[in-house]
């Protein structure tokens, strides 16, 4: 079954099942890097939340061998215990001074990316593309993100460097940078899978390798940290050597001091291997190498 009929049958089979209280729509979402998604959207009666939930990792569940049934069944309980009720007034949104103190910034690839871009204001950084966002805090829905688009711009009768001023400001105190060893990444992850503690042998690998992941608290958007004034500087005095910066993903980088025996080739085919192998496609940030410069206290690439 093709993704489009599948997703069709889980519209027609989730509209009977919810019954008139409930809109269900199925839309094609652009995710970043160029990624599209089907994306189920389920909007209650006299609300205007309306959350998505993507339907490829279930299609492919489908194609894999679990039942039409457990799909629905898996849908069925989402939507009648998880989705939210009620409505978010947006009003505020209208207001750039309602909005101004939660102007974040994000990084993305240009490459891929160019029919987004031509949408949302931007900077040009190496590959990379700042981008920028409003971190949503509610009640009614937790927090999430809002991408900046030109016409919100237009609206508000602000331009891009405003909102970058003002992101430079917020991101840092909203997300501030966060910087562990790997070895404290990976034992976290050892004892969560495991629920128990990580062993000496399990992680003596990853204390051989100096490498630092920079991310902020809520793992998310992170590998813009790389932009926070002063905290590359910061970090690499503290190692007294300049950094080199892979891009993990958009939610982090690593960085590995320059001790002077480290191979950029053997680095950047490292970054390759583990987007193509490891990250999803649409969380891919550059398979591009970045260094950071302690002397000229800059970011650059490494060709």
Same mark, same amino acid.
């Given at each position: 079954?093709?993704?489009?009929?599948?997703?069709?049958? %889980?519209?027609?089979?989730?509209?009977?099942?919810?019954?008139?209280?409930?809109? %269900?729509?199925?839309?094609?979402?652009?995710?970043?890097?160029?990624? %599209?998604?089907?994306?189920? @959207?389920?909007?209650?009666?006299?609300?205007?939340?309306?959350?998505?939930?993507?339907?490829?990792?279930?299609?492919?569940?489908?194609?894999?061998?679990?039942?039409?049934?457990?799909?629905?069944?898996?849908?069925?309980?989402?939507?009648?215990?998880?989705?939210?009720?009620?409505?978010?007034?947006?009003?505020?949104?209208?207001?750039?001074?309602? %909005? !101004?103190?939660?102007?974040?910034? !994000?990084?993305?690839?240009?490459?891929?990316?160019?029919?987004?871009?031509?949408?949302?204001?931007?900077?040009?950084?190496?590959?990379?593309?700042?981008?920028?966002?409003?971190?949503?805090?509610?009640?009614?829905?937790?927090?999430?993100?809002?991408?900046?688009?030109?016409?919100?711009?237009?609206?508000?009768?602000?331009?891009?460097?405003?909102?970058?001023?003002?992101?430079?400001?917020?991101?840092?105190?909203?997300?501030?940078?966060?910087?562990?060893?790997?070895?404290?990444?990976? !034992?976290?992850?050892?004892?969560?899978?495991?629920?128990?503690?990580?062993?000496?042998?399990?992680?003596?690998?990853?204390?051989?390798?100096?490498? @630092?992941?920079?991310?902020?608290?809520?793992?998310?958007?992170?590998?813009?940290?790389?932009?926070?004034?002063?905290?590359?500087? !910061?970090?690499?005095?503290?190692?007294?050597?300049?950094?080199?910066?892979?891009?993990?993903?958009?939610?982090?980088?690593?960085?590995?001091?320059?001790?002077?025996?480290?191979?950029?080739?053997?680095?950047?085919?490292?970054?390759?291997?583990?987007?193509?192998?490891?990250?999803?496609?649409?969380?891919?940030?550059?398979?591009?190498?970045?260094?950071?410069?302690?002397?000229?206290?800059?970011?650059?690439?490494?060709?």
């Amino acid at each position: 079954m093709q993704i489009n009929e599948f997703t069709e049958k %889980v519209q027609k089979v989730l509209m009977r099942e919810l019954g008139e209280g409930y809109r %269900v729509e199925i839309r094609e979402v652009r995710k970043n890097n160029g990624i %599209v998604l089907h994306g189920l @959207m389920i909007l209650p009666e006299n609300g205007n939340i309306a959350p998505t939930i993507y339907l490829d990792s279930l299609w492919e569940a489908y194609e894999s061998g679990t039942t039409f049934s457990e799909v629905m069944g898996r849908l069925t309980r989402i939507c009648r215990e998880e989705i939210p009720r009620g409505s978010v007034n947006m009003e505020f949104f209208r207001c750039f001074e309602k %909005v !101004r103190e939660r102007i974040c910034y !994000r990084l993305i690839r240009r490459e891929g990316n160019e029919g987004l871009l031509e949408e949302i204001p931007h900077v040009e950084f190496l590959d990379l593309a700042v981008c920028f966002y409003y971190a949503y805090r509610g009640r009614e829905l937790g927090e999430g993100t809002i991408l900046i688009y030109n016409t919100h711009l237009e609206n508000w009768g602000v331009d891009t460097a405003q909102l970058m001023r003002l992101s430079i400001k917020n991101t840092p105190r909203l997300f501030p940078g966060a910087c562990c060893s790997m070895a404290d990444v990976l !034992r976290d992850m050892i004892e969560y899978q495991k629920g128990k503690r990580a062993s000496g042998k399990e992680l003596q690998w990853a204390e051989e390798i100096p490498m @630092m992941v920079l991310t902020n608290p809520r793992k998310i958007y992170g590998a813009v940290c790389m932009l926070y004034p002063g905290l590359l500087e !910061r970090l690499a005095r503290k190692e007294k050597k300049s950094l080199y910066i892979l891009p993990s993903s958009v939610h982090e980088v690593i960085l590995l001091p320059d001790n002077g025996e480290e191979s950029p080739e053997e680095l950047r085919r490292m970054i390759r291997e583990v987007n193509r192998e490891h990250v999803a496609p649409e969380e891919v940030l550059s398979d591009n190498l970045y260094y950071f410069d302690l002397a000229e206290k800059q970011v650059k690439n490494i060709f």
